[in-house]
């Protein structure tokens, strides 16, 4: 099955999309192509295949798939999120101006922060999204690019992305959404009006904690010609092994999300009403302020992230996160397996003091990502645990 077959299924794209059998011998299963470069008949004449930065068997029928799943036309595969989002940053003259959510993935806010507003002099506007007019009312004549996390890690802010998309596209704006917190199968911003989708593969895509890598996503033809430049052009590409995995792991991505998806919202209930928590943010509780745009863009789910305010200070939450069995302290998110962690010293940890405060990622935040166990066990755990406080 190869292109946009949109006759199928999501779920049935997620299998075959992108893929065909082998022709030499039939394999069913896309192999690793682990080559440097592909024998020419005459010079020139190629199969379509010449040096593996530009194009790899394994790493093309990704590609193809994840364009399909996230409604695109074409998708580029690079070795990690950051080098995914960097790459799209490129597309950028230096000095532009891009207006940013303000609560987003660490990597993110550091590679714009620490890096690019000294290599290519970008400046960056940083909006709350809760309101499309908070981010509307940053955009100024230099505005290049509006780059959106939805829900944005950790706090869960979601933005109106069909809102956002109508207004951007009026000023001519490129609008860029880290799709990772969702995975296709839940929201799918192209077809929101979105231009660009970013992911993390190493999250929920695949799905299994065993690899890192990136993709951007497209329907754009000029976006798409510029993309296919300047990921061969700065080259950091996602190599033929990895891109075999997530291609593995992304056959399962619907099946995982609907346990990812119910095991979250159980145990978002539950610590909702816990005697030691302070709050739960979750875009399936009501209380979550876009509780009703979640409702319409996140495709019915609500996601397997769960931000969580302990009535603790810094010791009681080394208490408690020092005792989950089910759940592992570590870093990352979208894995099979659950884990738990905490912003301040994790995944935030590159974020400044005074900027963490006055975003309210304080010491007593931890963060979920609900793997796909058992319900049970994992509510057991989180039970144990908190009773260390
Ligand atoms: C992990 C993550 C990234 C960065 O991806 P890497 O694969 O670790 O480079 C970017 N955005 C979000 C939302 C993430 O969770």
Not at 126 to 134: C, G, N, V
Not at 187 to 195: K, S, V
Not at 197 to 219: A, C, E, L, Q
Not at 303 to 327: C, P
Request: net charge negative.
């Amino acid at each position: 099955m190869t292109e946009n077959n949109k006759e199928f299924h999501f779920d049935t794209r997620a299998i075959h999309a992108g893929q065909e059998p082998e022709p030499i011998t039939g394999a069913v299963m896309t192999p690793i192509f682990a080559t440097s470069t592909f024998k020419q008949k005459s010079p020139g004449e190629h199969t379509g295949f010449e040096y593996a930065r530009t194009q790899n068997p394994t790493r093309l029928a990704f590609e193809k798939c994840i364009a399909s799943l996230e409604s695109g036309t074409k998708a580029f595969a690079f070795s990690s999120g950051l080098a995914a989002g960097a790459t799209v940053l490129e597309l950028l003259e230096s000095g532009s101006h891009m207006v940013a959510v303000d609560d987003m993935y660490g990597g993110s806010w550091r590679l714009f922060e620490a890096v690019r507003k000294r290599s290519a002099n970008l400046k960056v506007s940083y909006a709350d999204p809760d309101h499309p007019e908070t981010i509307l009312s940053q955009i100024s004549k230099d505005t290049r690019m509006i780059w959106i996390e939805t829900p944005s890690n950790p706090l869960l802010k979601i933005t109106n992305l069909a809102e956002v998309a109508k207004i951007a596209k009026t000023k001519n704006i490129v609008t860029v959404v880290d799709n990772t917190f969702c995975s296709p199968y839940i929201q799918r911003p192209l077809e929101l009006g979105i231009d660009i989708v970013v992911h993390s593969v190493t999250k929920y895509i695949n799905g299994h904690s065993d690899m890192v890598g990136g993709i951007v996503v497209t329907r754009k033809p000029e976006i798409s010609e510029a993309l296919e430049f300047l990921q061969n052009a700065v080259g950091s590409i996602s190599d033929p092994f990895s891109c075999f995995l997530a291609l593995r792991g992304v056959k399962t991505l619907p099946l995982r999300m609907h346990q990812h998806c119910s095991n979250a919202e159980k145990i978002a209930h539950w610590l909702d009403q816990h005697p030691k928590v302070e709050k739960t943010i979750y875009p399936g509780l009501t209380s979550h302020p876009q509780h009703d745009i979640s409702r319409t863009q996140m495709n019915g789910f609500f996601g397997a992230m769960i931000s969580v305010y302990l009535k603790t200070d810094m010791a009681g939450v080394r208490r408690a996160l020092e005792k989950t069995n089910v759940f592992t302290l570590a870093e990352s998110l979208g894995g099979v397996e659950s884990l738990i962690g905490h912003p301040v010293t994790m995944s935030h940890g590159s974020i400044p003091l005074e900027r963490r405060k006055s975003l309210n990622i304080s010491d007593n935040l931890i963060r979920l990502s609900v793997g796909v166990e058992s319900a049970e066990d994992l509510l057991e755990d989180l039970d144990q645990a908190l009773k260390a406080i």
